[in-house]
């Protein structure tokens, strides 16, 4: 079964550009949640989305926005970029939602963001 | 809010000797999750260990190990006859009533041979 594909892998913008990530969670899959690591921060979480509805947010300005489509793959938009915003960006899927069962999390390899 | 507390940033061991990874957390709640996950260099996430809060008894995983101690908060994650394998970073993880999962700063851990 293939694991969790998030495209591009790494990507350079600039200050007040936008950017778009992908994320295809695992077959079968319903539920994609996305994380920023940074080094001093770890992980944060974003936001997670289930059957096409996000569920739960964190504490990120309305830059960062997201969503699912049918098919359960999930992309995340920054708009506005700032320096900050470089990072790590992980999806991660699970099958019934960070709620469900004991909510483990089927991790991407990550997008590397880098703004200039 | 819920927290959780990683106060190593990096920690080595010699290869085949036992270490002991520290977390602690914060929170009202009384039914949790917490986990243990490992991020080796390539950065696939992936999970390591999983602790029910309910459950009194420490969690095992062949070489890794949990020490929960529920009344402090605590949960330590020893892993022991340490192999070059698991040199990564180490996350711990708590999952509360919100159905949020919220994550430590990580641990590094060098494994020296």
């Known amino acids: 079964k293939a694991g969790v594909t998030q495209t591009p892998r790494y990507l350079i913008k600039t200050r007040g550009q936008q950017v778009t990530l992908s994320c295809s969670p695992i077959?079968?899959?319903?539920?994609v949640s996305w994380y920023q690591q940074t080094p001093g921060q770890g992980l944060q979480f974003l936001f997670e989305y289930f059957s096409e509805t996000q569920r739960n947010k964190g504490n990120f300005p309305g830059r960062f926005s997201g969503r699912q489509f049918s098919n359960s793959r999930s992309e995340m938009n920054v708009s506005t970029l700032e320096l900050g915003d470089s990072a790590l960006y992980l999806c991660?899927?699970?099958?019934?939602?960070?709620?469900?069962?004991?909510?483990?999390?089927?991790f991407g390899e990550g997008s590397r963001l880098t703004v200039l | 809010a819920q927290t959780v507390t990683q106060s190593q940033p990096e920690m080595s061991v010699q290869e085949a000797e036992t270490v002991t990874l520290s977390c602690t957390y914060d929170t009202s709640e009384s039914d949790y999750y917490l986990f243990w996950y490992k991020q080796p260099p390539s950065r696939q996430m992936i999970l390591v260990i999983r602790?029910?809060?309910?459950?009194?008894q420490n969690a095992t995983e062949n070489r890794f190990s949990v020490n929960f101690q529920k009344a402090a908060k605590s949960f330590s994650l020893k892993i022991s006859d340490s192999q070059l394998g698991d040199a990564a970073m180490y996350f711990c993880a708590y999952k509360g009533r919100d159905d949020k999962i919220i994550f430590g700063k990580g641990t590094r851990l060098h494994i020296l041979p």
């Open positions: 991660a899927s699970s099958l019934a939602g960070q709620g469900a069962g004991t909510g483990e999390l089927f």
């Open positions: 602790q029910e809060a309910y459950k009194q």
């Open positions: 077959s079968g899959h319903r539920s």
